[in-house]
């Protein structure tokens, strides 16, 4: 009876604890994937250029699947999102030029890149300060090395957002 209980204790129960935290961590990068789908979306449907404000908005308004175990109602759910998308330690989104590619002067299209790094904390205790502390030394990055110190763990997603570019004009003096 002794040796099972050490055993449980030692090895059983941070076994089922990192189970428990994986399956968690998976949900929460297939909640990002559809927030950056959601923002990809919306970025494409925009009449204009969409900015980096907007495009926290909206992630921050796709991951509320993500925020709604936090919160008792819809406002202070809304409310959280609206941290989320707030504080760029949190969220860190790149939206940036890929590539031009000119099919005829009226569809030329643009291909832009958004990658979308979001630092999720953990929640069971054995995983909350191993995982972190193991992979600060492989990390270069500011972004992921301050989700380490917050004992979190940064998920990173990327979406392609296809637009219509504006018809090159000539301009002759």
């Given at each position: 009876m002794v040796e099972f209980t050490?055993?449980?204790?030692?090895?059983?129960?941070?076994?089922?604890?990192?189970?428990?935290?994986?399956?968690?961590?998976?949900?929460?990068?297939?909640?990002?994937?559809?927030?950056?789908?959601?923002?990809?979306?919306?970025?494409?449907?925009?009449?204009?250029?969409?900015?980096?404000?907007?495009?926290?908005?909206?992630?921050?308004?796709?991951?509320?699947?993500?925020?709604?175990?936090?919160?008792?109602?819809?406002?202070?759910?809304?409310?959280?999102?609206?941290?989320?998308?707030?504080?760029?330690?949190?969220?860190?989104?790149?939206?940036?030029?890929?590539?031009?590619?000119?099919?005829?002067?009226e569809t030329a299209l643009e291909?832009?890149?958004?990658?979308?790094?979001?630092?999720?904390?953990?929640?069971?205790?054995?995983?909350?300060?191993?995982?972190?502390?193991?992979?600060?030394?492989?990390?270069?990055?500011?972004?992921?090395?301050?989700?380490?110190?917050?004992?979190?763990?940064?998920?990173?997603?990327?979406?392609?957002?296809?637009?219509?570019?504006?018809?090159?004009?000539?301009?002759?003096?």
């Open positions: 050490v055993v449980f204790a030692a090895v059983l129960l941070p076994t089922l604890m990192a189970i428990f935290e994986f399956a968690q961590l998976s949900v929460a990068k297939q909640n990002l994937r559809y927030a950056v789908f959601d923002t990809v979306r919306a970025a494409e449907a925009a009449a204009e250029q969409p900015d980096v404000a907007m495009l926290r908005a909206r992630l921050g308004r796709a991951l509320l699947p993500t925020l709604a175990d936090r919160a008792d109602g819809g406002v202070s759910t809304l409310a959280a999102a609206a941290v989320l998308a707030a504080r760029p330690d949190l969220l860190d989104i790149t939206y940036r030029f890929a590539e031009r590619a000119p099919t005829d002067a291909t832009w890149e958004l990658e979308v790094r979001w630092c999720r904390e953990l929640f069971f205790a054995p995983i909350k300060y191993a995982i972190p502390s193991l992979l600060r030394i492989s990390s270069a990055s500011w972004f992921d090395q301050a989700c380490y110190a917050r004992e979190s763990l940064p998920l990173v997603a990327k979406g392609y957002v296809l637009r219509r570019s504006l018809p090159q004009t000539s301009q002759s003096r």
